[in-house]
């Protein structure tokens, strides 16, 4: 469903309209026109766009319009670079995934909160449902506490139920908890209806995709690792994935992994093996992916770092 509709190999524009200070300097200059072709040029067949509430929404929680109209131009400029796009709510009113530099918190034990949620995705409905064939959705980045399942679980079926209403042939992406973790992937329900997607994210091993990370508590800054030391091998991949390859077919829906990529800290060679066997596991099960990230964000795709590899890079991604 997805390959065929052009959703296989993304590349994130991560940093843009989320995790960022929101002023018009940068959101009118991080990523420029010119990206998109560039992402093209690379293999890629769509773009996700990572936004926060705040971008679309006033603190009132009226929605505003400037903001859309950034989302809009990002939909013209993949249509006119032949990409497809993931719209991705990474942050809504009362939780973020980032526990180190947001305060955003209460959005699972509290109705209003969840009200805002479900408004600002019938407004996403009314405004993009009509794109089904080039635009998916994705409900919430990374649900973090595995207590919040319940609730989560609760709140994908109303919101899935009221962007229907305006957007019935749009496909939906629904992760787990543990950030999207692919071991998560069984606790969430049956999908909605026959166009919602599981979905994860793999930074796996931790250790060695993040070594360096200055910005967590669970990375010991100074020591550093290769692929072969973390004994990185398609069977680990194949092991991680393999509870949520069964609930996907168990529900005849497909796996979508909407982040995966590696720290700026190690060197080309290695993170070409890193990319080279995750990919060999996305390949041999139809796995459908988007590459973090286009640029900077400590994993910059498009930094001259990756020069040396490049072409043997954008072969597997």
Not at 57 to 63: A, I, P, R, T
Not at 183 to 211: A, G, R, S
Request: contains cysteine; charged residues 30%; aromatic residues 16%.
């Amino acid at each position: 469903m997805l390959k065929e509709k052009g959703f296989y190999k993304g590349i994130n524009f991560g940093g843009w309209l989320s995790q960022c200070d929101y002023s018009e300097e940068h959101m009118n200059n991080f990523i420029k026109d010119e990206d998109y072709a560039v992402a093209a040029s690379w293999g890629a067949d769509h773009i996700r766009i990572p936004f926060d509430y705040n971008i679309l929404e006033n603190n009132d929680g009226s929605f505003n319009e400037n903001g859309f109209a950034r989302i809009d131009k990002a939909v013209e400029n993949c249509r006119k670079n032949g990409l497809n796009i993931v719209l991705d709510l990474h942050k809504t009113a009362g939780f973020s995934f980032d526990y180190y530099s947001e305060s955003e918190s209460g959005f699972f034990d509290s109705a209003e909160y969840q009200e805002r949620f479900y408004r600002l995705w019938e407004e996403m409905a009314r405004r993009y449902g009509k794109m089904s064939e080039n635009v998916v959705f994705e409900l919430l980045n990374e649900v973090t506490d595995i207590e919040f399942m319940d609730s989560w679980n609760r709140i994908v079926r109303e919101c899935i139920k009221r962007i229907r209403a305006y957007a019935p042939d749009t496909m939906i992406l629904v992760g787990s908890c543990h950030n999207n973790s692919a071991d998560m992937v069984y606790l969430l329900d049956e999908p909605y209806d026959d166009k919602v997607i599981y979905n994860m994210h793999c930074y796996e091993p931790l250790k060695f995709t993040h070594q360096g990370a200055y910005w967590t508590n669970d990375i010991v800054q100074s020591e550093r690792y290769t692929c072969d030391e973390m004994n990185i091998t398609p069977e680990l991949f194949e092991k991680l994935f393999s509870t949520a390859i069964e609930k996907a077919k168990k529900y005849n829906t497909e796996l979508y992994c909407g982040e995966y990529g590696v720290i700026d800290v190690v060197s080309p060679e290695e993170t070409l093996k890193w990319y080279q066997t995750i990919n060999s596991v996305f390949e041999k099960y139809g796995i459908s992916r988007s590459a973090w990230s286009y640029k900077a964000m400590d994993f910059g795709l498009s930094d001259s770092r990756l020069d040396p590899v490049r072409d043997e890079l954008f072969k597997v991604i």
